[in-house]
Each structure stands twice: as C-alpha cells, then as structure tokens.
C-alpha cells in the first residue's frame, strides 16, 4: 500500500485512552504553562470549570504513541514526516479521570509540488468520546509525506 | 490581568507573551508527556538523515505555547472551544518563541470571540499560526 489515496478511509480500531492528573502535570511542565487551572485543584474548583481541566493540546496526547491509521503503511518513513497543520474542535473540556473512546481516519490525501519535490498531504481525523458516547474532541492532523528527499 | 468579554474590540492586538528559548531537556521532556517519540525531535543522527542540521522541536510544542497563551490570555474565564494553527517554520533548540494575539471577531449572541494566534521566532518569522476560539462564561 503505497502513500496514495488509497489510503482514505483507512481506521484504526477504538481504543480507550484515560486522562490522568500526573499526565496533564508532566505535559504543562514540559510545555511550561503555569495556569493553576491544570493542577491546583483547589483554585479550579474555586472557577466555572468547578474542577482540574486538561490544556487544550493536551488532545495530542490522544492520539501520539496509540493507535495510528499509518502504522501499518508498508515503507511508510517516519523521516519524511512533517507536521503541517493540527486542528482541535473542544465540545467539552477534557478533565483528570475522564476516560475515552477513540478512533482516527484517514480523511483525505493530496500532493502537492513543494521546493523538495513531490509532497503528500495526509489528513487523518480522531474523535474522542466519552461513557456517555458523546464528544469531547475532534483533533484533525494534517501529515506532510516528503516523498522525494 | 485576563481579557474579559465586554472588553473585547475587533482588531484588538493583545498583549505577547515571550516564552524561554526551546532548549532540548524540554524536547525530550515533550515528547515523554506528548507520547510523540519521533527521533527527529530528540536525536541529531536522525535528524541529519532527514535532511536537517539538528534536532528540531515539535510542531505541537508550538502549538501548546500558543494553547497556554490563550489560557493566558482568558485565566478561567472563558472556554477554549478550537484552535487551529498551520506549522510554517521549524524552531530548534534555542530559539526563542514569543506568542501574538489578535482579536478579529466578536459575537454577542454566544459570548465567543475568535483570535488570530500566532508564535514568532527571534528574528521576527512566524512560525505557527492559526486561530483560536473562545467562548466566556
């Protein structure tokens, strides 16, 4: 299966993936966002969220080191990755002990000439639900392939 | 002090915020909490492969500096509802990143307000940039 649009509609199964207090800590430390509103429980009761939220893109979390529609993608080179673009669609906030149902698309692949040739652009989709099978995130990646370098 | 909405002007340039140099302990540091472990953002021979000089950050680096700007930018105020950025230059390790804001549409009748979001390198090269929505409470 070569890095085309035969890859549209391609899906990963569900998995489940559980927002933990600890991940949320090491993940606004490494990015260095003080807010208290990710990990002072008291101050985020004292707001309207009544309680701990995750930052917004902590959603990457979701989705990275899980199960991917392109992992199994024959020569598929993590080298000629790039990230081109990354949306996120918050239909309710993401909060410590939450857990969530998964699953990523393969929505749609374009090329496109670029200054080191030949470029496919992979779009691929995730969206995250809750117990209640309603949404909390739709993250949608937009994947450069280098296909000449 | 954080935005509120009645504040809010179309046009408005919001105040920067200037985040400390990317520095590679906070690449790896990353790419622990973010589970993404592509070696081109922690190991210079892979990078080198692929054609770059070095390692470079993380698109989604940038892109959580500009989630914690908008955070910022609201404190608990407001809900973030999207952000949507396109990643145009890569940033390596020692650049220093400063975020930018500006407000370009307001609507009264559900309390949102879209933001032109935008992370810029030390010799003034945007980035990532895209947008930010908000809803206040």
Not at chain 1, 115 to 131: H, L
Not at chain 2, 2 to 31: N, S, W
Request: proline share 6%; with cysteine.
């Amino acid at each position: 299966m070569p890095v085309d649009r035969s890859l549209v509609g391609k899906k990963t199964p569900v998995y489940t993936f559980e927002v933990e207090k600890g991940h949320i800590r090491r993940f606004v430390e490494a990015v260095g966002d003080p807010s208290p509103l990710y990990v002072d429980e008291e101050f985020a009761k004292a707001t309207p969220f009544r309680g701990l939220i995750a930052p917004p893109t902590f959603a990457t979390a979701l989705t990275m080191n899980m199960p991917s529609p392109l992992s199994d993608v024959p020569d598929f080179e993590l080298r000629r990755v790039l990230h081109g673009e990354q949306e996120y669609v918050y239909h309710r906030p993401m909060r410590p002990g939450d857990k969530y149902w998964i699953q990523q698309e393969i929505t749609d692949v374009y090329d496109r000439q670029g200054k080191s040739g030949r470029m496919t652009f992979i779009v691929v989709e995730a969206v995250a639900r809750d117990i209640n099978d309603l949404p909390v995130v739709t993250c949608r990646s937009t994947i450069v392939y280098r296909q000449d370098i | 002090m954080a935005l509120t909405f009645e504040h809010l002007r179309e046009g408005m340039e919001l105040e920067p915020l200037v985040k400390p140099p990317v520095d590679r302990v906070q690449l790896v540091k990353y790419a622990g909490a973010s589970g993404d472990f592509n070696p081109l953002h922690t190991v210079d021979d892979f990078a080198r492969q692929a054609g770059l000089d070095g390692v470079i950050a993380h698109g989604m680096l940038s892109m959580g500096f500009l989630g914690q700007y908008v955070r910022h930018l609201v404190d608990a105020g407001a809900d973030i509802k999207r952000m949507q950025v396109r990643f145009s230059r890569m940033v390596k390790p020692g650049d220093v990143l400063t975020c930018k804001g500006k407000v370009i549409a307001v609507r009264q009748n559900d309390r949102t307000a879209e933001l032109e979001i935008a992370a810029v390198n030390q010799r003034g090269e945007v980035v990532t940039a895209g947008k930010a929505e908000v809803r206040f409470f």
